[in-house]
């Protein structure tokens, strides 16, 4: 397996103001679940553990990520429980407003195959879960990647709209960051991890469309971000997140990963999906394929 991940998946319903709409736009997301999508399509071997209720976007959440080649053996359905839910409603020249129904769909540390995570390449968990109370799962996953020797790639993925007490999402947010050897931070989520940007650790910080860096081996390597028609960036991180790990995986430069991960997040922002619009391995430049 190259990448092995692990964290929650929604049901999402877009609309506009649902309060007056009459129409809107089912679909699925996660942020474990794009970058699963993302690396997939690229060609590589990913697997996705996570809870799902026993119901219709449980079922939609396990057959789009095995359609995509995603390897889902190790979901579970929970028959007594729903699918986690959220809403997105899109306004004219607003950001888009999202509301989580949280449900009890949760990973416990008894659902982690550490014999899977250790014959991964690389382990990828964000903030996300962190704050979704699968903390316990989340921390036996960490310790069992690095036990094996497999890197351990974290996005911060601060919502602040999860994490209530802000001295507590810098306590579990940075702990999570200095776990990590790949660690992918936007650029204001910087003062939350401040004791894991020194070290040895890959850090990659993101600018939206000012483009990303990366510090590798204490040298600092920038690339700009893709202009492409925005139609939604909700799932634009991750994007960038699978885009850089395919190129990490096949050791391209710093520089060739910053782009190969701008680019994936451009396509992702050009689609009102978060996953759907996502390239596949034909559909690279030759650029980003390192040739």
């Known amino acids: 397996m190259d990448v092995y991940t692990l964290g929650e998946a929604f049901g999402v319903v877009t609309s506009g103001r649902i309060r007056h709409e009459h129409e809107a736009r089912l679909d699925v997301t996660g942020a474990e679940f794009t970058v699963a999508v993302g690396l997939a399509r690229l060609g ?23 359609g995509e080649g995603v390897d889902v053996s190790g979901v579970r359905a929970d028959e007594g429980l729903a699918t986690a839910m959220l809403t ?5 020249g607003q950001a888009a407003r999202v509301t989580h129904y ?28 962190a ?32 994490w209530p007490d802000l001295r507590e999402a810098e306590e ?16 204001g989520e910087l003062d939350l991890v401040k004791s894991a940007l020194t070290g040895d650790r890959e850090v990659i910080v993101m600018r939206g469309a000012r483009g990303a860096s990366v ?22 991180a991750e994007a960038f997140t699978a885009g850089y790990l395919s190129a990490l995986l096949e050791n391209l430069h710093p520089a060739d990963r910053l782009r190969r991960g701008a680019l994936l997040a451009a396509f992702a922002a050009s689609a009102p999906s978060d996953w759907q619009g996502l390239p596949t391995r034909a559909e690279l430049p030759l650029l980003d394929l390192g040739g």
Do not use: M
Request: aromatic share 4%; charged share 20%; glycine share 10%.
């Open 44 to 66: 590589h071997e990913v697997a996705w553990l996570g809870k799902v209720g026993a119901d219709e976007f449980g079922a939609r959440i396990v057959t789009a990520l095995r």
């Open 215 to 236: 510090r590798v081996d204490g040298v600092r390597h920038d690339a700009p971000g893709r202009t492409a028609p925005v139609v939604d960036p909700g799932g634009s």
């Open 131 to 162: 704050a979704l109370n699968a903390r316990d799962a989340l921390h036996v996953a960490v310790r069992a990647a690095r036990l094996s020797g497999v890197a351990v790639s974290v996005a911060v993925d601060y919502r602040e709209r999860l």
């Open 172 to 187: 579990v947010l940075g702990a999570l960051a200095l776990s990590a050897d790949v660690l992918f931070v936007h650029q």
């Open 88 to 92: 997105r409603e899109c306004r004219p």
């Open 102 to 129: 949280l449900t009890g769909t949760r990973l416990a540390q008894g659902n982690v195959p550490l014999d899977r995570i250790a014959a991964s390449r690389i382990l990828h968990v964000s903030g996300i879960t």
